[in-house]
């Protein structure tokens, strides 16, 4: 176990509207999702992320930015696995009263568990996708105006374009892209212009900037 020391990033998720899919396959999925994120974090977790229910994970990064790295994989890893869910995030700065699992997140109690499990079981209607609840409160709204704006372009793509939308986003190159997915530069270039992968990315690039300046 590690010892606590009070305060710490803490991290959980669910699916949205999980009722609408069959639970086995979802889970699955979910689990697969969680241990593809441990695999390229494993340095920076500090307990890994857990499959707590059928349709929820939780675990505690090292940092803000390890943080925002998982919701960046988790999406980014959802369109390279075509899954047709979509997940909610709460991302809160709070404390942890008993030793931190370092194997998994299981076995660990303290108010900033409780208030992020409250914040991510709300069932307001204008609970956002990403939930930011951070030690500095004018923090926590930009970054969550910053998500809502990049939750926007992420809810207009289509599932079957998601392949495309992947590598559109790793691949700044069109005439490689286009020779992948049969199609010419110029294709790409509007796709990419339609999909707004350009913004998408330079959303992306501002987090991580501002995150490291705040």
């Known amino acids: 176990m590690i010892k606590a020391e009070n305060k710490q990033y803490i991290l959980m998720g669910d699916v949205v509207s999980s009722t609408d899919y069959h639970s086995k396959p979802l889970q699955k999925n979910l689990k697969a999702l ?37 919701l960046f994989f988790c999406e980014e890893e959802c ?21 931190i699992n370092p194997d998994i997140a299981y076995e660990m109690m303290g108010p900033g568990l409780s208030k992020a499990r409250k914040l991510l079981s709300s069932k307001k209607r204008s609970r956002k ?60 270039w509007k796709r990419r212009k339609t999909l707004m992968i350009n913004e998408y990315n330079l959303l992306k690039e501002f987090l991580f900037t501002y995150i490291k300046e705040s």
Request: proline content about 2%; charged content about 25%; aromatic content about 10%.
């Open 129 to 188: 996708r990403f939930q930011f609840a951070l030690a500095d409160a004018i923090q926590s709204q930009q970054i969550t105006r910053l998500f809502e704006v990049l939750d926007s372009l992420i809810l207009s793509w289509k599932q079957d374009d998601y392949d495309l939308i992947l590598d559109m986003i790793e691949n700044e190159n069109n005439a490689e892209v286009g020779e992948k997915h049969g199609k010419n530069r110029d294709q790409i």
């Open 79 to 99: 369109l390279r696995q075509s899954y047709g869910f979509k997940l909610h995030y709460v991302v809160h700065y709070g404390e942890i009263e008993t030793d």
């Open 34 to 70: 969680t241990k593809s994120c441990n695999e390229s974090l494993e340095d920076r977790l500090l307990s890994p992320y857990t499959v707590t229910l059928g349709d929820e994970f939780q675990g505690i990064p090292d940092s803000l930015q390890t943080a925002i790295e998982t």
